[in-house]
């Protein structure tokens, strides 16, 4: 096993089946598609595949099953550099699957089947322990077991590997446990995650500064917590409380699939070559908007040179 990757992403992997609709179907209603195309994708393999394509040295720890998808899926993350080296393959199930219906408006509406994804266990991080050792930040989300994510979390914590939490998907009744929340560097949720968190609606930059403030009360000292608000940007309170807005780029979008796993994937490349909090948000904004403008999940994460075209062209509102 390598260990040299600066980004450790511990997570989902899945093959993406995307249908463009005209609308969601409603109960009971069926709904003719205008195209089906399928894509490598899962929030753990994009975050990773972002990250990559950003510029960090990425590794991936994760679990497919053993099926041409699971095949697809290692490829397309060895020909984007990132380690596979504690990837694992089921033989007993099916590599992850995501049913993704996209509108003319571009959002999209996802049903995942976790299949070998709920077989990444605590054993399996166990064994990834060298990467974490020479790590810079573990990337974790939510498609995988609670055991094993905070399995991984308190790996980290041991070996003073800081930690960024994605809670993605979050839980429909808001519940994380406390021995994970006291374990993370960095929370970042969009809007409707970080309200089923809390368990109330949270529209806009001011109920986001007010739900940052609540939810890094729960977390190490020192944390920072980022939430993202679609075309309104991204608002956070920082590590000695402060607050932190950042504009959202103007794109054409036609797809938000993966526009947070961009931005994660950014971010975790940022955090760990230095960058400062606010210019690597802002450089993940970039990469969140660069995500919406391409169709599916992977084919849309954007190069380093793509972010930094962005965001030198910027939007006007980036100061
Ligand atoms: O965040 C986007 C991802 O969510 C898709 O690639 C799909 O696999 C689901 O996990």
Redesign the pocket.
Known sequence: MSAGAKVVVVG?L?L?MVFQVPRRPLKGETVKGFSFET?V???G??QALAAARAGASTAMVGKVGKDSYGELILETLEKNGVDISAMSTDPEAGS?L?N?YVDPDGDNS?I?VPRANDRLLPADIDRARPLLEKAGLLVLQL?IPMQTVVHAAELAAELDLKVLLNP?PAPDDGELPEALYKKLDYLIPNESEAGLLLQRNIDGVDAALAAARQLKKRMKPGAVVLITLGEKGVAGIGPDDEELIVAAYNVDSVDT??A??AFAGCLARGLTEGLSLKDAVREACAAGALATTKPG?VPSLPTRVEILNLVQAGSGKNT
Do not use: L, M, P, R
Request: glycine share 20%; no cysteine.
């Open positions: 989902s899945s993406d894509f994708g899962g929030k393999n994009n992850g995501a993704i996802i995942i498609e993605a699939t993966a947070g796993d999940a």
